[in-house]
């Protein structure tokens, strides 16, 4: 396994060198674009696989078709580590019985997120800007007493009932992207979450080991605020 890895911040300062093209990596994370939406061509795309061919000392031979900058982040990485790794992937919802209304407006205040969440013992916002929510969220102390403190952001979409977000503070992920989605359904409002990322080289968890604790734990986290959420609407069971 390779001890370099490719970020995204350093992605997108190469690709501003090389096209010109200014990118903003915060943004595009909370808010993912093409190559060709950031308006960069295929000769500048081209020169940009060139670069990271040579500074990484890889054969890309599938780079030009990648179309996202996460996306090539995540190939490169998995290059770096003789093509073994792979990215990783959640997907997991729960049916809450209660209206859409109530389910959106108590998921999406994250300042009571400790309440909601029990991992979370703290939710601090740093920042708000329109609909974006930039915040601090701190674990409990686990077994060893270490407590785990990272900077977030979502961008939330009433019109549609989706949230995009990211991790700001990767910590140990090479990228952390989470979608959030809320669908009517017979019986109440399904949340859906889908969560999109990789671990870097040197991680006390491999991407495979956080993919199946992410999916434990979303499991017993949609659990209990389904029961709060729907407590709140008081919604029978």
Do not use: C
């Amino acid at each position: 396994m390779s001890d370099r890895y490719l970020s995204l911040h350093t992605l997108g300062a190469l690709v501003s060198r090389k096209t010109g093209v200014p990118v903003d990596t915060t943004a595009l994370a909370a808010r993912p674009a093409t190559v060709s939406d950031l308006g960069i061509d295929s000769l500048g795309w081209l020169g940009v696989v060139g670069e990271l061919e040579n500074e990484y000392d890889l054969s890309l031979d599938d780079g030009e078709a990648i179309e996202t900058l996460p996306a090539m982040v995540s190939y490169v990485n998995r290059m770096l580590d003789g093509g073994t790794r792979t990215p990783g992937h959640t997907d997991n919802r729960v049916v809450i019985a209660a209206p859409l209304p109530i389910v959106w407006s108590m998921t999406n205040d994250v300042e009571s997120w400790p309440k909601l969440f029990s991992e979370y013992a703290s939710a601090e916002i740093l920042e708000r800007h329109g609909d974006r929510v930039l915040f601090r969220l701190a674990t409990h102390p686990d077994e060893t007493g270490t407590v785990y403190r990272w900077v977030s952001e979502r961008v939330p979409d009433e019109a549609t009932h989706t949230v995009r977000a990211h991790r700001v503070e990767t910590g140990f992920f090479e990228y952390m992207d989470i979608e959030w989605r809320y669908t009517e359904v017979e019986g109440g409002v399904e949340m859906r979450w889908i969560q999109d990322f990789a671990t870097k080289p040197g991680a006390p968890a491999t991407t495979e080991g956080m993919t199946a604790y992410i999916n434990e734990n979303s499991a017993v986290q949609m659990e209990r605020i389904r029961g709060i959420v729907e407590a709140a609407a008081g919604s029978p069971r």
